[in-house]
């Protein structure tokens, strides 16, 4: 006799966590089921660690340009930043002191210019 297994349930493609983004495992999209995979495994955790330095190691050009990205990204000065130690030696905060000082510079010199004005 032929056993009726009721129709399998319909499961969402898309990820609880993402919902743009597809199912990897778990209901879970392929980032987040590897985040809490590393939670809880730490050898698989160790291994991903080891896989990324490996790739590092053997694309060091493509390594310094995504680097180069995500600092872009996570500071927007950063590119300011670089030049002016690069081209000047300089630090931001040298960069501002010395702004500021000529800026107090230019005002006194205004203040200045106006008095002879007025004297005159
Ligand atoms: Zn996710």
């Known amino acids: 006799m032929a056993k009726h297994y009721p129709p399998p349930i ?3 493609k898309f ?21 809490q995979l ?3 495994n730490p050898e698989f955790a160790e291994r991903q660690r080891e896989n990324c330095r490996q790739w590092a190691a053997n694309h060091t050009d ?3 340009a995504i680097d180069k990205l995500y600092r872009a990204k996570k500071d927007p000065d950063w590119h300011w930043a670089q030049k002016l130690r690069t081209n000047y030696h300089m630090t931001p ?8 000082k000529n800026k107090m510079e230019f005002a006194r010199f205004v203040v200045i210019n106006q008095q002879k004005r007025d004297c005159q």
């Open 10 to 12: 319909p499961k969402s």
């Open 15 to 35: 990820a609880s966590c993402h919902p743009a983004k597809s199912i990897y495992a778990k209901g879970l999209c392929r980032s987040c089921y590897e985040k």
């Open 38 to 40: 590393r939670l809880i």
């Open 62 to 64: 493509q390594k310094r």
């Open 93 to 100: 905060r040298q960069y501002d002191l010395i702004l500021q």
